[in-house]
């Protein structure tokens, strides 16, 4: 679900809504200047629930800050139950990113995530990093590849000292106008390659 709050000084009519759920990746749009965002999701498997949450602002000014989208992602709510017993309690971090575009042309656009996410509980420090992120349009097509790499402030065996991921998505619209023109179905990949362990490939596809 997206949810979007227009401010006064916005224009009139409500700019359409830069919803990045459920992909494996993150556009390089960035949500409409002097708009705010607010993406709630939920994601779920047999011991686990959880419904992430992601409030997102541009500025409307120039200068640097241009077109730069801040963000705050958390778990509003986390319910595990390993053996049985069930524990449930506000996620245990928070990001922090700002997304801006460095590149845009008709087809290829380029933007920037620098992120620092922080740990609430068990002292596990903090993890700083960045995203390079890439998208091509081609008719209704896109392709969207995202570079991640993170850093532990204080590595431990549940905090690795390096991560390197790579995320990819290729989405096509259902249709050029109308209600179909707001539906995209998608399919894409995820590589996690933590340095305390063995790479991770995830896969996925849905509709947007």
């Known amino acids: 679900m997206n949810a979007l709050a227009q401010s006064a000084g916005a224009q009139s009519e409500p700019p359409e809504a830069t919803p990045q759920r459920p992909t494996f990746t993150s556009d390089t749009s960035t949500t409409a200047p002097g708009t705010l965002e607010l993406e709630?999701?939920?994601?779920?498997?047999?011991?686990?629930?959880?419904?992430p949450l992601t409030i997102k602002y541009t500025p409307d000014v120039a200068g640097l800050l241009r077109e730069a989208e801040l963000s705050?992602?958390?778990e509003a709510v986390t319910s595990i139950s390993p053996a049985g017993v069930r524990r449930?309690?506000?996620?245990d971090r928070l990001t922090f990113a700002l997304r801006r575009p460095v590149y845009r042309g008709e087809?290829?656009?380029l933007a920037v995530a620098p992120q620092a996410t922080f740990f609430v509980r068990d002292?596990?420090?903090?993890?700083?990093?960045?995203?390079?992120?890439?998208a091509y349009g081609f008719g209704r097509n896109t392709?969207?590849?995202?570079?991640?790499?993170?850093?532990?402030?204080?590595s431990s065996a549940t905090n690795a000292a390096q991560q390197y991921d790579?995320?990819?998505?290729?989405?096509?619209?259902?249709?050029?106008s109308g209600a179909l023109s707001r539906l995209s179905v998608f399919?894409?990949?995820?590589?996690?390659n933590p340095s305390n362990q063995k790479a991770a490939v995830s896969l996925g596809q849905g509709i947007t």
Do not use: H, P, Q, Y
Request: glycine share 12%; no cysteine; charged share 15%.
């Open 88 to 91: 449930t309690e506000f996620g």
């Open 72 to 74: 705050l992602a958390f």
């Open 143 to 154: 392709a969207i590849a995202n570079l991640i790499w993170t850093s532990a402030t204080s």
């Open 166 to 176: 790579l995320a990819f998505d290729l989405a096509r619209t259902l249709g050029a």
């Open 187 to 192: 399919a894409g990949a995820l590589v996690e």
């Open 107 to 109: 087809r290829f656009s």
């Open 40 to 51: 709630i999701g939920t994601t779920s498997s047999d011991s686990f629930f959880g419904l």
């Open 123 to 134: 002292g596990k420090g903090a993890r700083l990093g960045a995203t390079l992120l890439a």
